[in-house]
């Protein structure tokens, strides 16, 4: 029982450069999110999934885009990376407004 | 607007110093209330879940309380492994969405 993956683990990106960080969970939960956490900013939702077939917007979600692919799987594009979007990237399920599981994060410097 | 505040920033303790983290919020109604414990280079780990004021929540040397207001989370007789980052996060009525506080940043000396 792995809980929530991530990967990759740690990723450089040259601005304007593309990628999908990958999430999945094995908890059979509906719903899953991702966050951003900055220093002195604690964590930011980005985009979450309530349940597979939907998506909503966070707080903070422009230049970013998500795809549940299914009950397990939320991956999260970024489609031209500028360093602002430098940070720690998390992803989290839940069983809807329950107790949300979090992964062990995804590190993202863009140069 | 939804906010959760939490202080102090930053802990210093000496072992065995007992203390207590706040954690207070505002939002339209409150479907639940939840502590975390984030280790340096980790995710957050899940501690509690507080329903409604009045409600107490223990595990070991932590406790976690509820008012209509606020939460603490009390740490009884600290030790060294206790240090970490506690985040608290509230959830509105009628959402999903976590609303989380920047954290206090605890450091128990040996």
């Known amino acids: 029982n792995a809980g929530v993956t991530q990967t990759p683990k740690f990723q450089v990106l040259k601005t304007g450069q593309s990628m999908t960080l990958q999430c999945a969970q094995d908890?059979?939960?509906?719903?899953m999110y991702w966050y951003r956490q900055d220093p002195g900013m604690g964590l930011r939702l980005i985009y979450y999934?309530?349940?597979?077939?939907?998506?909503d917007k966070g707080e903070v979600p422009n230049g970013y885009n998500v795809s549940r692919l299914n009950k397990r799987e939320f991956s999260l594009r970024l489609e031209s990376a500028a360093p602002s979007q430098t940070s720690v990237y998390f992803c989290?399920?839940?069983?809807?407004?329950?107790?949300?599981?979090f992964g062990p994060g995804t590190r993202l410097l863009v140069l | 607007e939804d906010q959760v505040t939490q202080s102090p920033e930053a802990l210093r303790l000496q072992e065995g110093e007992s203390s207590s983290l706040n954690c207070s919020y505002t939002?339209?109604?409150?479907?639940?209330l939840f502590w975390y414990r984030q280790d340096p280079g980790k995710g957050p780990e899940f501690l509690f879940t507080?329903?409604?004021a009045g409600e107490e929540k223990e595990k070991e040397r932590l406790k976690a309380t509820l008012t209509k207001k606020e939460s603490f989370l009390h740490i009884t007789a600290p030790k060294p492994e206790d240090s970490a980052t506690y985040l608290c996060?509230?959830?509105?009525?009628?959402?999903?969405?976590?609303?989380f506080g920047t954290g206090t940043r605890l450091k128990v000396l040996a």
């Open positions: 999934s309530a349940s597979e077939g939907t998506t």
């Open positions: 996060a509230a959830v509105p009525s009628g959402t999903y969405k976590y609303i």
């Open positions: 507080l329903y409604s």
């Open positions: 989290a399920s839940s069983s809807g407004a329950e107790t949300q599981y």
């Open positions: 908890m059979n939960h509906n719903s």
């Open positions: 939002v339209s109604g409150l479907r639940g």
